[in-house]
């Protein structure tokens, strides 16, 4: 079963790089045994969209693939997502997690700003952005970290930040993609910083850097209709696809 969707077969690089991304033909499985609890780097990936009579059987499935996992997570390798109706699942403890895929084939529009590379990603100002007090929550941070680390330490992949008075305010990744494409991850602007425009001045510049590089279309992966979508829209960026994704936390 090969992916279809850029928007996964493009995230399962980065579970490719330290973990294991196994085709069984009818599903795939994507794992990365070393942060058990991410639920989108231990999941599994089917053809077509789910019916409720099909989560005993993946629930089944997803237990013996991924025994690390506690949760239940479910991609779908579908990109019109647009219909799907996710409310028949959420009865059953699963939510909802599509992902408005996004691509910028030229150079952004707008302003880039002055940034700098880093030879890991700013663990308290992307802590600050995503994990709001949660302690787990750090702890898969903190690994995800170590990943992006060790990727940029092999050549694969840049981190950028915008800096004011020494210190990071916001921060992006992006990371070449076979396809060829180049994939951003964890595009973050300090809550203090947030509405000055920053996001969108660090993602252009980031696109420019990465098209100097090599001139290949960029991918980018939002919430669907969120305030993220629109400014990437203003650099340019159009919707090709909306995945369908559930997952059903411990419980």
């Not at 970290?145 to 060790?150: D, H, K, L, N, Q």
């Not at 696109?207 to 919430?223: F, H």
Request: glycine content about 8%.
């Amino acid at each position: 079963m090969k992916l279809g969707s850029i928007g996964m077969a493009t995230d399962a690089m980065f579970a490719a790089f330290d973990g294991a991304v196994i085709d069984r033909g009818d599903y795939v499985v994507v794992s990365t045994p070393k942060n058990p609890t991410f639920f989108w780097g231990n999941h599994l990936v089917f053809p077509d969209a789910p019916r409720l009579d099909d989560l005993d059987a993946w629930s089944e499935i997803h237990a013996r693939e991924l025994p690390h996992a506690k949760h239940r997570a479910f991609m779908c390798d579908r990109i019109d997502g647009e219909t799907f109706d996710y409310e028949p699942f959420r009865a059953l403890g699963f939510i909802p997690d599509p992902t408005c895929v996004m691509r910028l084939d030229g150079d952004p529009t707008g302003p880039a700003a002055d940034t700098v590379s880093l030879a890991t990603p700013p663990f308290e100002l992307l802590d600050a952005c995503f994990t709001n007090g949660r302690e787990g929550y750090r702890r898969f941070l903190q690994i995800q970290i170590e990943r992006y680390t060790a990727m940029i330490a092999s050549g694969f992949g840049r981190w950028f930040a915008i800096m004011q008075d020494g210190s990071p305010i916001a921060t992006c990744g992006v990371f070449p993609h076979e396809l060829p494409c180049w994939r951003f991850q964890l595009v973050a602007v300090h809550p203090a910083h947030r509405r000055l425009g920053h996001g969108a001045a660090l993602v252009a510049a980031a696109c420019r850097e990465a098209r100097r590089i090599r001139a290949a279309p960029i991918i980018i992966g939002c919430v669907p209709n969120s305030d993220a979508q629109r400014i990437y829209a203003r650099l340019g960026f159009v919707p090709i696809e909306q995945t369908i994704a559930i997952v059903r936390p411990t419980r």
